[in-house]
């Protein structure tokens, strides 16, 4: 999970010249001298030596017990460590005593990084792509590094794990049939006006990360043009001590944030389905004509329709059938 550039760290670690391995050669890592290692509860473990490929690796988002078995081997046997901020993930390797090689890969070094980490792939290394908190490429700019390496015939291999998303979503107490994440909102009002209105009629629960300092604004701007009863749950501090999650319906949310000095810790909005709307059969004999003016067929509009506005979907099909024939 990447934070946006105004968000706090805590970390006051030196961060590693990002641009050193651009004139220079690549350091030794353990694992280049076949000596990767990793300590789990005071105990030193052996890493298997790696092929190569980049390993997309999930992270701890907040307590650093939250890392897999795999991943502590992982990071521990490649040669290099991708991430988004050097400070941020020396915390957690210096904690399980890895010593990989890092370099940093974000949005403002990604299309400088690339080639190199490609080259280093061609080199016959094994990379991991991490991110500050969580599960890469949500919400950070891994994408176009995937992209590549796969249009390059190179392996991707994920090692899961923690991801703020999930976490939030398992205990919300909201339906998790559908789900939509709609990432960070546009910080300018506009452009987040404009983004919420589009996502205004997708069923299932929205799943939103943001910053604590605009939780207000944000929330307000949700009741809206989502709607002030529209269900939702905030959730921040993920995993840490001071976990919390706050539900009540957006008008309650906002308000609270709007008079509330602001909490620390990245937040996880989610956002119950939208009230499906009661039509009557004159709307909904216009719905169904007009998609089959659009071709569609009566099986797939009916259900369409039914998922819209939670009438039976048998009945529309008995309905869109009748109307069909008379046309």
Do not use: W
């Not at 003016?293 to 309905?319: C, F, M, P, W």
């Amino acid at each position: 999970m990447t934070k946006p550039s105004d968000l706090p760290t805590d970390q006051a670690s030196p961060e590693l010249d990002e641009n050193s391995h651009q004139d220079a050669p690549l350091e030794k890592s353990e694992a280049a001298l076949g000596e990767a290692e990793y300590i789990l509860l005071g105990n030193k473990m052996k890493a298997p030596k790696l092929p190569a490929a980049l390993y997309v690796t999930a992270t701890p988002i907040g307590n650093l017990k939250d890392i897999t078995i795999r991943a502590l081997e992982t990071l521990a046997a490649c040669d290099i460590i991708a991430c988004e901020d050097t400070r941020v993930s020396r915390k957690l390797l210096s904690h399980y005593g890895i010593r990989s090689h890092l370099v940093t890969y974000h949005e403002h070094n990604a299309d400088k990084q690339r080639p190199y980490l490609l080259n280093a792939l061609n080199e016959g290394k094994a990379i991991a792509l991490i991110s500050d908190a969580g599960t890469p490429l949500l919400s950070d700019p891994g994408y176009k590094l995937v992209e590549d390496v796969l249009s390059e015939g190179f392996e991707i291999t994920p090692i899961p794990g923690a991801s703020a998303l999930l976490a939030a979503l398992v205990p919300a107490g909201l339906p998790t049939d559908q789900i939509h994440f709609a990432g960070f909102l546009p910080q300018k009002a506009g452009a987040r006006v404009t983004k919420l209105v589009s996502l205004k009629d997708i069923p299932g629960t929205l799943v939103f990360y943001e910053s604590p300092r605009r939780l207000g604004p944000v929330l307000s701007a949700m009741a809206e043009h989502l709607g002030v009863e529209r269900k939702a749950v905030i959730a921040r501090e993920l995993t840490k001590k001071f976990e919390e999650f706050r539900r009540g319906n957006l008008a309650e949310l906002a308000e609270h944030y709007a008079n509330s000095d602001a909490p620390k810790g990245e937040a996880v909005i989610l956002l119950g389905p939208a009230a499906k709307k009661e039509l009557d059969e004159n709307d909904l004999d216009q719905l169904i004509r007009q998609g089959l003016a659009e071709g569609l067929h009566v099986k797939q509009l009916s259900a369409d329709l039914a998922l819209k506005t939670g009438r039976k979907k048998n009945e529309i099909y008995k309905l869109a059938q009748t109307i069909k024939d008379q046309i």
